[in-house]
């Protein structure tokens, strides 16, 4: 009877057990002719403490410990490692199993280590100032495939990690239920354990997603990419304004924080001559000051593109007019610009093959 019920087993299914929910791992062990508490011992010995070799998983018999070894436990392979000339940033190129590249980033500041996951493989959204966008779309990474990058940066980290952001490569929206799969399995109370306040998911404003977002009442951190201060502004350089418009996202915005209670990071991509005048800055405070949020703005990172960042004394120019804004604002000094480890100079290309 077992036999027959180990043959019946869909491998396909669990391609990798990182990236298995408890619930998921309980019926894997049921197919393998094993209790189901042997799924939350198993769930025990990945995530909370990061065994990788099944034999050492000791209180799983030995039988169930060789049928293990059949299966495959890290979906990610590091291929190689980059770091900046301040070595508080590394980026890395990471493969799936079918040969597809991702980069993934380590970031330090002080007692925060923060890693920045990609959740596609390139990007459908377009956005005309961002390397990733001239790969275009490849695929969805899976839910172990994002998670992963978490368990393979922290292996390599001589530091514990602290934050997670959801701001690589892709649209963490336009891969919405793999997105918030991983990011309840980093913040799983028996596994990872990571605080929902130190997880955020990032979007260029992914409307529907945004108040689907808002309505299942998730517990980790918003952020969206604005980059303008009025339609014709944002639909410049980010393409999907046109059926994503600048006003929809505000009402959007709103309802998220009305209904959370909690506030939302505004993200503001800084490029000369496009969204850089003391008129944006002006229009900004009048339009987010009635929202509960916080303005991060980004000196633009340059990639082989038109668009530059403002100088020193622009972006001075751009802030000025925030001393008196009834609402915190930050500026984002990305790190890493050095190995094109910034955001949006994520893109894997030929170069990092050695």
């Given amino acids: 009877m077992k036999f027959s019920i180990m043959r019946s087993i869909d491998t396909k299914r669990y391609p990798s057990l990182i990236g298995q929910s408890v619930e998921d791992l309980e019926r894997f062990s049921i197919a393998l ?18 065994v990788d070799d099944f034999t050492q998983m000791t209180d799983l018999p030995k039988l169930f410990q ?7 436990l890290h979906p990610l392979k590091i291929l190689n490692t980059n770091s900046s000339s301040s070595k508080k940033t590394q980026k ?17 500041k002080k007692n925060r280590a923060t890693i920045c996951l990609s959740t596609q493989v390139g990007c459908a959204v ?39 952001v959801f701001m690589g490569m892709g649209e963490p929206f336009l891969n919405y239920q793999n997105s918030i799969a991983a990011a309840k399995l980093l913040n799983h109370e028996k596994g990872i354990n990571l605080g929902a306040r130190r997880i955020t998911i990032s979007t260029a404003g992914i409307i529907g ?30 393409p999907i304004t046109k059926n994503q418009t600048f006003q929809n996202l505000l009402e ?12 939302i990071t505004i993200e503001y991509v800084l490029i000369e001559g496009i969204n850089n005048s003391k008129k944006d800055s002006l229009k900004l405070i009048e339009i987010l000051s009635h929202i ?18 403002p100088t020193e004394e622009g972006i001075h120019v751009f802030l000025n007019p925030f001393k008196n804004a009834p609402f915190p604002v930050t500026v984002r000094w990305s790190k890493g610009q050095d ?3 910034g955001c949006g100079q994520l893109a894997t290309n030929i170069k990092w093959i050695v």
């Fill in 33 to 50: 002719g094993q209790p189901s508490f042997r799924g939350r011992q198993l769930f025990d010995w990945i995530y909370r403490k990061k």
């Fill in 209 to 238: 997603k945004i108040k689907k977002f808002t309505n299942e009442k998730h517990p980790f951190r918003l952020a969206v990419s604005l980059n303008g201060s009025n339609q014709d502004q944002r639909l410049q350089i980010m």
């Fill in 66 to 72: 060789e049928k293990l070894k059949g299966y495959s």
């Fill in 126 to 164: 377009d956005c005309s100032f961002c390397a990733t966008a001239k790969m275009g779309f490849v695929k969805n990474l899976s839910v172990g495939e994002i998670i992963d990058q978490y368990f393979q940066l922290e292996k390599l980290s001589d530091t514990k990690i602290t934050n997670v």
């Fill in 339 to 341: 190995i094109d480890a």
């Fill in 92 to 108: 890395y190129l990471l493969t799936t199993k079918k040969g597809m590249t991702i980069e993934s980033v380590l970031m330090r």
């Fill in 252 to 263: 959007a915005i709103k309802g998220y924080t009305n209904q959370s209670r909690k506030r």
């Fill in 292 to 309: 509960n949020c916080k303005l991060n703005v980004i000196p633009y990172n340059e990639i082989d593109s038109i668009y530059k960042r």
